[in-house]
């Protein structure tokens, strides 16, 4: 009898909401396929590299057939990720993508299935803009810098910014994570009290940053928008608290990754890069 392909899922944080719905997708497509085993591991946070390198260690010497990563820094992963392809695992790049220039060093190409989050964060921040208006002023909440995706959607927002000419007060990291944004968020108000809204690069950072608006007593008057529609956040989209965020689907993507994964370790060409769908959500409220 055949054995089944190993795929190992390599996430970020677990305890971050938008993961957990990727792993019980990922979980549920496995168990409905029923043609590969299914490993699925990540971090406790969202910024700790050294201990996914870890991870992808251990699924190396467990002799997986394929990987699927969604690294937290595009860099620091990539030494670790050509020493599985080395090893002769298939490795697929999903969600925050790997430093091309530093995989070609590597001598490495790889499939890379993501969203556009240049895009996505310039439709996501257009809304704010026209919700606060040409002049208003503006933070920007980003994600951790050396994640290319953190990059991307600040890219995408500061499109948003310039199109719309708005005046942008302060824009600074706050990693991914709830408890940061809403520490950096709580200086920024402080220093800017007269914001006129928030872009944030995640819900997770929207919900710290609701957080700081609710205890001001300013939720609802200084609107904000995330991205990823994570369930956390419905209610404020719902109130119009929260005015819009993205949808990238992350449980489809962790699929299509291990769809591909399965493909390559059938013989197909471990290249090319291949665009997921994401989805404007808009408060009913703002409509």
Request: include cysteine.
């Amino acid at each position: 009898m055949k054995k089944k392909p190993v795929i190992g899922l390599v996430m970020k944080s677990l305890k971050a909401e938008f993961f957990q719905t990727m792993r019980k997708g990922a979980l549920k497509f496995a168990a409905e396929q029923n043609n590969f085993q299914l490993i699925t591991t990540g971090t406790n946070s969202q910024t700790e590299i050294e201990l996914q390198i870890e991870l992808i260690e251990s699924l190396i010497q467990q002799k997986v057939d394929g990987l699927v990563v969604i690294p937290i820094d595009s860099k620091a992963l990539v030494p670790v990720v050509a020493k599985a392809v080395l090893a002769g695992v298939k490795v697929v790049n999903i969600d925050i993508r790997l430093d091309e220039d530093l995989l070609q060093q590597y001598g490495i190409e790889l499939t890379y299935v993501g969203p556009d989050n240049v895009t996505a964060a310039k439709l996501v921040g257009d809304v704010l803009a026209e919700k606060i208006g040409e002049g208003a002023k503006v933070i920007l909440i980003e994600g951790l810098p050396v994640a290319e995706n953190a990059q991307q959607r600040k890219q995408g927002f500061l499109k948003s910014v310039t199109e719309h000419q708005l005046d942008l007060i302060a824009s600074e990291p706050a990693d991914w994570e709830t408890k940061k944004a809403e520490e950096v968020f709580s200086n920024l108000i402080y220093q800017h009290p007269d914001v006129k809204g928030v872009m944030c690069s995640n819900d997770a950072m929207a919900l710290g940053v609701i957080k700081v608006l609710e205890r001001k007593g300013k939720a609802g008057s200084i609107p904000v928008v995330g991205f990823d529609n994570d369930a956390s956040i419905q209610p404020y989209l719902i109130s119009g608290v929260m005015v819009a965020t993205i949808d990238i689907f992350g449980s489809q993507m962790a699929v299509q990754g291990i769809e591909y994964a399965l493909k390559i370790i059938g013989g197909l060409d471990n290249k090319g890069s291949y665009a997921t769908d994401f989805k404007l959500i808009e408060s009913l409220a703002n409509l």
